[in-house]
């Protein structure tokens, strides 16, 4: 099927439990399975699987310097190809589009490829929330390779998930603006991947991406 299989492992494992989990599952060329641990498990998930399978959950968007506890896309690119940006959890945080846009630059700078997460919060405009957070994240960016997870914020983590026909909605909205794959993200399981990747491009899985066995069923759909 060739889709875009993308876990979220959030601030979970060690490079252990990492090298655990990836003992028990196959990565073959149905899909493209990309990985992205903790930054502590990196350099494991990273060996056993390849930099072309891994990437970082956050970059920071300078170079080097003094910044105290950043990481920077030129370190990540020692071990990855995949920067994840934008995600709802750290915008919740402090991140604003103008810096998730300085990031997708930064990260594209240093040759990684970037997964931008956007997505509308429960009572927010959906098409205007996505074409704010769209203009303001790929300012300046090439878009040959940024990959768009489409995560409504309602979504993730809550068990809730948008229906089908909502997805390939959003889904055409983007593509409508961008050139670019675009993935859903949102309280997917192994139940119910296979209705929301006949409407996308791939899926981005944090919960059950947990679990070798139930991530195992997604990839291999
Ligand atoms: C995510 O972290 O991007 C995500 C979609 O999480 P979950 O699958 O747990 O909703």
Same mark, same amino acid.
């Given at each position: 099927?060739?889709? +875009?299989?993308?876990?979220?492992?959030?601030?979970?494992?060690?490079?252990?439990?990492?090298?655990?989990?990836?003992?028990?599952?196959?990565?073959?060329?149905?899909?493209?399975?990309?990985?992205?641990?903790?930054?502590?498990?990196?350099?494991?998930?990273?060996? +056993?699987?390849?930099?072309?399978?891994? %990437? #970082?959950?956050?970059?920071?968007?300078?170079?080097?310097?003094?910044?105290? %506890?950043?990481? *920077?896309?030129?370190?990540?690119? @020692?071990?990855?190809?995949?920067?994840?940006?934008?995600?709802? @959890?750290?915008?919740?945080?402090?991140?604003?589009?103008? +810096?998730? %846009?300085?990031?997708?630059?930064?990260?594209?700078?240093?040759?990684?490829?970037?997964?931008? /997460?956007?997505?509308?919060?429960?009572?927010?405009?959906?098409?205007?929330?996505?074409?704010?957070?769209?203009?303001?994240?790929?300012?300046?960016?090439?878009?040959?390779? &940024?990959?768009?997870?489409?995560?409504?914020?309602?979504?993730?983590?809550?068990?809730?998930?948008?229906?089908?026909?909502?997805? #390939?909605?959003?889904?055409?909205? &983007?593509?409508?603006?961008?050139? /670019?794959?675009?993935?859903?993200?949102?309280?997917?399981?192994?139940?119910?991947?296979?209705?929301?990747?006949?409407? /996308?491009?791939?899926?981005?899985?944090?919960?059950? *991406?947990?679990?070798?066995?139930?991530?195992?069923? &997604?990839?291999?759909?």
């Amino acid at each position: 099927m060739n889709k +875009i299989i993308a876990a979220n492992w959030k601030m979970n494992k060690s490079s252990k439990e990492a090298e655990d989990f990836l003992r028990r599952i196959e990565i073959s060329d149905k899909n493209t399975v990309i990985i992205f641990p903790s930054f502590t498990a990196l350099p494991a998930v990273s060996s +056993i699987i390849g930099r072309h399978h891994s %990437g #970082a959950q956050n970059v920071f968007y300078e170079e080097k310097g003094a910044y105290t %506890g950043e990481i *920077s896309p030129v370190m990540v690119k @020692e071990f990855a190809d995949y920067a994840l940006v934008g995600h709802s @959890e750290r915008r919740a945080l402090w991140e604003t589009d103008e +810096i998730i %846009g300085k990031k997708v630059r930064a990260a594209q700078n240093a040759g990684l490829k970037v997964l931008l /997460c956007v997505g509308e919060a429960g009572g927010q405009d959906r098409n205007r929330t996505l074409e704010t957070q769209l203009r303001k994240g790929l300012m300046g960016a090439n878009e040959k390779n &940024i990959v768009i997870a489409y995560e409504p914020v309602w979504a993730i983590g809550t068990g809730l998930t948008a229906k089908a026909a909502e997805i #390939a909605e959003a889904v055409s909205f &983007i593509k409508a603006l961008h050139k /670019c794959s675009v993935i859903y993200g949102g309280s997917v399981t192994a139940s119910n991947a296979k209705e929301m990747l006949s409407v /996308c491009d791939g899926l981005l899985v944090g919960g059950a *991406s947990l679990d070798a066995e139930g991530f195992r069923k &997604i990839i291999e759909l």
